[in-house]
């Protein structure tokens, strides 16, 4: 049990408010109270990988991601190696290579159906439709963010945040715009209500995407401006200047 507390904290330095530089030294407590436990492990070292990317430091990212890996084929644990293949994914989005990080995606979306893992379904198929509309294949982004929205239940407020924007997006590609609008305002407010800065920075930068499409520009530059704080407050070098390069190209 002891374990189980460790690796959900690990995972929760990585995901919640921690800064990314306060997350890495407390990330190295976690792994000292864990007494060798390779689920634990394979906890922390997801963990420090994305906030080591988040740094902007993909080689050690990277580097940090492949042992994961290598722990979780090891155990044999299934559901681990899925969610290590979507870590990877998400540090080749920070790194600006949307085709590398799905085939990340792909790799962790197959295991989880192979296993039947419908849970954590649910929110690691968003990520592949991003990656795909990332490469403007907006048509195949939709189908998996009908697949994401049938697979989500009432209150995993995470899924509901990933494909909501990601249908989001979509709709706006399609001129669909006060339905996308909508949409993205939902994917803000349920992240809004968590300490998950990441999830609600990207909902905020897929919201300000839906308002560039629908000629948002006020819009668009109060969503961006909100992400930075996010970003920022988390140590998101890495996005923090994605999200000020384009609210500079808004003349904001």
Do not use: C
């Amino acid at each position: 049990m002891e374990a189980e507390i460790l690796r959900r904290w690990a995972i929760a330095i990585d995901q919640g408010p921690t800064p990314a530089d306060e997350g890495l030294r407390r990330l190295a407590a976690v792994l000292e109270q864990s007494h060798g436990d390779r689920k634990v492990e394979i906890g922390v070292t997801r963990a420090r990988a994305g906030l080591e990317a988040l740094s902007g430091r993909f080689p050690e990212s990277r580097e940090l991601l492949a042992h994961a890996k290598a722990l979780a084929r090891e155990l044999g644990d299934q559901v681990a190696l899925a969610a290590v293949f979507r870590d990877a994914g998400r540090v080749e989005t920070f790194f600006g290579d949307p085709a590398a990080a799905e085939t990340e995606y792909r790799e962790g979306f197959e295991i989880l159906e192979r296993v039947g893992d419908y849970g954590h379904l649910a929110s690691a198929a968003p990520d592949l439709g991003d990656a795909m509309y990332a490469q403007g294949r907006y048509d195949e982004a939709a189908a998996i963010a009908e697949y994401a929205e049938r697979l989500t239940i009432e209150g995993d407020v995470d899924a509901q945040v990933r494909g909501t924007q990601l249908r989001a997006k979509v709709l706006a590609q399609r001129g669909r715009h006060e339905e996308a609008l909508a949409a993205s305002e939902d994917a803000a407010r349920l992240a809004a209500g968590t300490d998950y800065l990441e999830l609600h920075a990207h909902a905020l930068m897929s919201q300000a995407e839906v308002l560039r499409l629908a000629g948002r520009s006020e819009g668009v530059a109060s969503a961006l401006r909100d992400a930075i704080e996010l970003h920022r407050r988390k140590g998101n070098v890495v996005d923090e200047a994605r999200a000020t390069a384009l609210l500079e190209e808004l003349g904001s």
